[in-house]
């Protein structure tokens, strides 16, 4: 997708701009109706969708994650609710 945004809009939303060239997308910044500069990510600042691998990526060496982990379990109401005895 391309987008396009004159000068002075593109002062307001530059962080918005700088998101969107990150992931890839191509921004124009025109002067007078006229593309002037094209906004391009450096290789290091490329943003791609979280995934499994590097969302656990750090966790790596611990081993891989089980699927049960990344499913939410449903709160059950009979669950022993009762507090942890107090230490003395």
Known sequence: MKTVMNVAKAKAKLSELMERAERGEEVIIARRGKDAV??????????????????????????????????PKPFREDANMTPPPQLA
């Open 38 to 71: 094209k906004l391009v990510a450096t290789h290091e600042a490329i943003l791609t969708k979280p995934n499994r691998a590097n969302l656990f990526g750090k966790l790596a060496h611990l081993g891989p994650v089980p699927e049960e982990a990344l499913t």
